[in-house]
């Protein structure tokens, strides 16, 4: 099992980018570095056209081609940044399949994160505070969240989620005490996913 740390100096999508750095962790190989080698990989996911590759990432044809060729090599900041994006988004897709469906139907996932937990149930002694949980994540809560991440969800909508299943199997042991807790959790610090 592999685990994934999202710093607190990230930004607002700590949970995204867990998740997106999560899957990338199964991958068997890397994927490409070099602006000429994540050219030519796009350019096969463009079925070889470097007009629609131009497009998708925003600068001309002409540029396309000279990365392609070589001739240039190093990018500027955001042309790397979309090349490492687009990359690592249309990386190893049968690899990820199989990982989400592992996930989403017998695997659940690990999750360690460090946020401030809130309750409101009737009689809890807990006050919210800052705490680091490691808890599993049930396959039905795991695939929910995948099924929010593919259709593109926020932050805002992935948390709710989170802050549930980490509430059902941490809090309330799978239903079998603290009946009607709710836990939420704001401020992450830090955020680890693995499969």
């Known amino acids: 099992m592999n685990w994934i ?4 100096s990230r930004g607002a999508g700590k949970v995204l980018d867990a998740l997106a750095r999560a899957e990338r962790k199964v991958f068997t190989r890397p994927a490409p570095k070099s602006a000429k080698a994540q050219v030519k990989f796009l350019l096969t996911r ?32 955001r042309l790397r940044a979309a090349l490492a994006e687009e990359t690592e988004s249309a ?18 996932r690990m999750v360690d994160v460090t946020a401030h937990f809130g309750f409101t149930c009737k ?39 989170v802050a549930k299943a980490i509430t059902e199997s941490y809090f309330t042991e799978w239903g079998t005490r603290a009946a009607g ?11 680890e996913f693995r499969f």
């Open 5 to 8: 740390f999202v710093s607190s």
């Open 46 to 77: 463009a079925k070889g056209s470097p007009k629609a590759l131009a497009e998708r990432l925003g600068v001309s044809r002409r540029t396309v081609e000279r990365y392609r060729a070589g001739t240039l090599t190093t990018p500027h900041k």
């Open 91 to 108: 990386w190893k897709p049968q690899v990820r399949s199989q990982a989400r469906e592992q996930t989403a139907t017998s695997g659940g």
């Open 123 to 161: 009689g809890s002694s807990d006050d919210g505070r800052e705490r680091t949980i490691t808890t599993a994540i049930s396959p039905t809560y795991a695939a929910q969240i995948l099924e929010l991440q593919e259709v593109g969800a926020t932050e805002e909508d992935l948390r709710p989620i």
């Open 181 to 191: 807790l709710r836990a939420d959790f704001t401020d992450v610090k830090s955020i």
